[in-house]
């Protein structure tokens, strides 16, 4: 390994280490956990043997510190963080279930295991940890540092001329497994950097965002560069009219600018341009899909032999190893390429009722969650993570990082949501108070912002607030 990548590594090992002074237990153990499902990710092989079993580990000890931790308060009931847990912990019971008739058992059963891992850490979240909803922004920094550490180092070992950081087609990757596991990286990546600069209205947030924006387009990966434009064009749509008309002027004012200045041509004709543009354009043996077609239609094919429970839940890969040896097809993959057909061809029909349970709390938080502060982003993260699991197995596929961060960010904004008590990610003061911190009556501004209903307090007195 090149000395220039070894330097940046170990200088970002040490801010890591610093920063983790200025951290709870529970963020210092998740600073650990998503380092070990970044290295389980990697296409460093002792990155991966040596974090197979301590990336469990971690998340167990996570659920732990939130169990057993200091602060164990006990969050009320809400209907819908209810329906999002019930739902994980039916797909995790079932894919549980499924090592009974799976092909692969052990496989199965290892895998349900690390399904039902993520399902007690939403439980415990929900309902122990984020009491308090400040702790979901205070997390959810930390996994975005960790992340961008992660493409900051794989772009360093790019410049170091990494023989591994590019695949075999020339493709970007990093220190990551394959460019479209690098791309869902960066596209979570994204959308969490706009989430916590909208909370905190701190510039620095948006600088783990660079690395990302840079190692996107290089992955040319087509499915998370659509998926992060269309999510973030939906939270704009959500703000109204008036900034998609500022968001429109500024893309024709800065095209227009570029063309005046002659770098539209420079930017147009450039060889990254080209050889992206060309993965759009230049279909791959006669296939814009690239083989994705053939195998989802193979998918079907296949689910139609067992269409009631399926194969078993996590034994795709081995699935299509043996269909392929003996001529079913002849497509070299062991990935459906589209996360709701695998969940179909594993789990089969019985598999869709928590699917569907889990996919509607999501798709409630894209439509109703406010879209201010925290949610502006974790709303991005929802739409383009929905997205890209239409072309890549990743919603269930546990031991790497895109399962965990898009699934939390589910939760937490249900958190933001929950029972009305917020609006725009704010949470809303059920008391007023004057200068000095002494209870009082609220001033004009104070009256502006009260909700329908809620009638001023007077001095001392709690204000009343429909229940």
């Not at 819908?80 to 009974?100: E, I, N, P, R």
């Not at 024709?252 to 005046?260: E, N, S, T």
């Not at 949501?417 to 003061?429: E, L």
Request: proline share 6%.
């Amino acid at each position: 390994m090149d000395d220039p990548f070894v330097a940046i590594g170990v200088a970002l090992l040490i801010v890591v280490l610093y920063l983790m002074r200025r951290l709870d237990g529970f963020q210092r153990i998740l600073v650990v956990a998503t380092l070990m499902l970044i290295c389980a990710a990697s296409n460093v092989q002792s990155l991966v043997t040596f974090s197979f079993y301590p990336r469990y580990l971690a998340i167990g000890g996570l659920i732990a510190w939130a169990l057993f931790g200091p602060g164990r308060r006990i969050r009320r009931g809400d209907p819908w963080a209810g329906l999002f847990v019930t739902g994980l912990w039916a797909t995790a019971g079932l894919a549980m279930l499924s090592s009974a008739w799976s092909i692969t058992p052990l496989h199965t059963l290892q895998q349900a295991v690390a399904l039902s891992l993520l399902a007690a850490l939403a439980h415990v979240l929900l309902w122990r940890r984020w009491v308090d909803p400040a702790a979901v922004a205070g997390d959810l920094r930390v996994v975005y540092l960790v992340l961008s550490i992660s493409l900051l180092v794989s772009l360093g070992y790019g410049l170091a001329g990494g023989a591994s950081a590019t695949s075999f087609n020339d493709r970007f990757q990093g220190l990551y497994a394959n460019p479209n596991m690098l791309s869902i990286i960066c596209a979570l990546t994204i959308p969490l950097g706009w989430a916590l600069y909208r909370q905190s209205r701190k510039r620095a947030q948006l600088l783990g965002i660079v690395p990302a924006a840079i190692a996107l387009p290089i992955t040319e990966s087509r499915t998370a560069l659509v998926a992060v434009l269309v999510g973030a064009l939906w939270v704009v749509l959500r703000h109204g009219i008036g900034p998609l008309a500022r968001l429109a002027a500024a893309v024709v004012g800065g095209v227009g600018l570029a063309y005046v200045f002659n770098l539209l041509p420079r930017i147009v004709g450039s060889p990254v341009a080209q050889s992206f543009s060309a993965r759009f354009t230049d279909p791959d043996n006669g296939d814009f899909s690239n083989g994705r077609t053939q195998t989802w239609q193979a998918t079907v094919e296949l689910w139609q032999s067992r269409p009631t429970f399926g194969f078993g839940y996590a034994s795709g890969s081995q699935l299509f190893t043996q269909t392929r040896e003996d001529g079913f097809f002849n497509v070299g993959v062991n990935l459906v390429h589209n996360s709701y057909l695998q969940w179909l061809l594993e789990l089969g029909i019985g598999g869709v009722v928590p699917l569907l349970l889990l996919l509607l709390a999501a798709i409630r938080a894209v439509l109703l969650a406010p879209v201010g502060a925290l949610n502006s982003g974790l709303v991005w993260l929802i739409v383009t993570g929905l997205l890209i699991q239409v072309t890549e197995s990743t919603m269930f596929g546990m031991g790497q990082p895109y399962p965990y961060v898009f699934w939390l960010a589910v939760a937490g904004a249900l958190v933001r949501t929950r029972s009305g008590r917020h609006s725009s990610g704010v949470p809303v003061s059920v008391y007023t108070t004057r200068a000095g911190g002494r209870p009082g009556p609220p001033d004009s501004a104070d009256r502006r912002r009260q909700p329908a209903g809620v009638r001023p307090a007077a001095r001392g007195e709690r204000m009343s607030v429909p229940r």
